[in-house]
């Protein structure tokens, strides 16, 4: 409960510091350090994209003995420097997010974390079309409290039916995004996997998606996504999100998920849908 606790409070801070943009500076020939936002849209439905977020979660399927949790997203994408190249704008960026589960059902026990950190290039064309080139690392654990209940008595092994995997690789991949209408927006790419270990992760990646936005209000709009997501050796999943988006900032939303398991369970399918409170 401690760490649940802190973990909390570190969310509502991060949280109000990305309400406040920083500072713009321009270095001269349109080069701008630490812009205030990112001229690529955030993947709402993707389950992976670094955002901050806290949600709940209920399993219908799962590999362990799960139900209800409490899951965590801690992260943001920073732009650092971006320039227009006569009419091509470019942007360096860093990603990063942790993602972290706690079962509620004993002891909000913390179940797994999962963490990314990577460095996004964007190129925006036009107001429709962009595209962004990553190269990030990714590694996965289980949470210190489920090893040590599978390291006691048989009840904590069949409560998560554990099995370490230190899942951890690198990512090369491209996403072209395309703004169909105000509304509408559709995007895809695929990667390169480096070195995955396990090796049955998969040598290559490849992603799908679609969102529909709709404005119903003075900063309220409606939102709809779905993103569609593999690789070359782990059966794909699905991410559905629905619900509300507040002055292009926060996202409450209603989310489906049928795919690999969270963090190091990605070779077990699980189905799980909840509530969940994004801000980007």
Known sequence: M?????????????????AFDGSR????????????????KPLMADPEWARMGVGYRHYTSAPYVLENALDFTLGGTIPVIRKDFGGVEA???LQGLGLLGFDLDDNTNMIYGDFFLGAPLFLKFSEEFM??????HRSSHIGDEAVLNAAKAD?????YGLERINLSYEVLDVVLSYQITDQIRVYGGGGVVSDPQPHEYGMTVYQLGAEVEQP??????LICAA????????????????GAKLFDRAILSFDFFDGPGPAQFF????TSYGLNLNIQ
């Open 227 to 242: 993103d569609f997501k593999g690789t070359a050796g782990v059966a794909p999943g699905i991410s559905i999100k629905a």
């Open 216 to 221: 119903i209000s003075n900063g309220v709009n």
């Open 267 to 270: 070779d077990e399918r699980v």
């Open 2 to 18: 401690r760490k649940l606790l802190t973990i909390s409070i570190i969310f509502v801070f991060v949280s109000v510091g990305q």
């Open 131 to 136: 595209v962004m080139a990553r190269y990030y």
């Open 155 to 159: 009840v904590g092994s069949e409560r």
């Open 91 to 93: 942007e360096l960026g």
């Open 25 to 40: 500076y321009t270095l001269g020939d349109n080069w701008n350090l630490f812009p205030y936002e990112s001229i690529f």
